[in-house]
């Protein structure tokens, strides 16, 4: 009997204890999103909403702006290229990203890309290899696609990210320091001799990683230099 109200006296304690644990612990209060509602007048008066007025028409939307990285490192499946056909993109860069800066293009590289923007209708842009490669090299390239083969590839770019070269290069062992007097001299370099296999093509650039209205927040070089300041004052004629 003694056993029974120790038992029940334990028990007591553990309920009590558990309510106390339950009460003290505060209620998570979910902030409620702004609720926006689909009218025919939308809302103009939330301060920091984004707000679209599908009535109102500001222009004609540039090309330029439909489009998509693509690679030999990355492929449309054989049961996608319907619906990459189909998808309206209307410009494809190649190859998108870091991997034209650590391989070479080759023929076998161009040719299906060139059948594939003909089969998209997209346009075309062209990166050449700048980290590691040489000014002969793009030129060659560049006489492979239009004059070799007249695919008429009009705009093309120079390296991938320069803004980044000079950590990239730390991460394997080399202290070398690629800044922005470097970049634009080499862009140069690239740029006119590329220009002078095909007078006709246009380039672009810089292909850095990131820019945007605060100059403060813009990638510089490690002497302070901002990257896109420089470049303009060097390329931009």
């Known amino acids: 009997m003694a056993n029974a109200r120790i038992l029940i006296i334990l028990l007591s304690i553990l309920f009590v204890a558990c309510d106390t644990v339950e009460q003290a612990t505060p209620a998570v209060n979910t902030p409620t999103p702004t609720q926006i509602p689909l009218t025919?007048?939308?809302?103009?008066?939330?301060?920091?909403?984004?707000?679209?007025?599908?009535?109102?028409?500001?222009?004609?939307?540039?090309?330029?702006?439909?489009?998509?990285?693509?690679?030999?490192?990355?492929a449309v499946p054989v049961d996608m290229l319907p619906a990459a056909y189909d998808s309206?993109?209307?410009?494809?860069r190649f190859p998108g990203g870091a991997w034209g800066d650590r391989n070479d293009l080759k023929p076998y590289h161009i040719d299906p890309f060139m059948e594939f923007t003909e089969e998209v209708g997209a346009i075309p842009t062209i990166t050449v290899r700048l980290r590691e490669g040489d000014p002969q090299q793009?030129?060659?390239?560049v006489r492979y696609v239009n004059i070799e083969n007249d695919h008429g590839v009009v705009y093309w770019t120079i390296g991938n990210e320069p803004t980044l070269f000079a950590d990239e290069l730390r991460a394997v062992g080399r202290a070398d320091d690629y800044d922005?007097?470097?970049f634009n001299k080499e862009w140069r370099d690239f740029a006119l001799a590329m220009k002078e296999v095909d007078p006709s093509i246009k380039l672009l650039g810089p292909e850095i990683h990131q820019f945007s209205h605060n100059a403060n927040a813009n990638p510089k070089d490690s002497s302070g230099r901002d990257w896109?300041?420089?470049?303009?004052k060097a390329n931009g004629v």
Do not use: C, R
């Not at 896109?228 to 303009?232: H, N």
């Open 40 to 74: 025919s007048n939308p809302p103009t008066h939330i301060p920091g909403a984004l707000v679209v007025d599908p009535s109102v028409e500001l222009g004609a939307i540039s090309p330029y702006i439909l489009g998509s990285n693509y690679g030999p490192w990355i």
């Open 228 to 232: 896109m300041t420089e470049f303009l």
């Open 88 to 92: 309206k993109v209307t410009a494809i």
């Open 138 to 141: 793009a030129a060659d390239l």
């Open 180 to 182: 922005t007097e470097q």
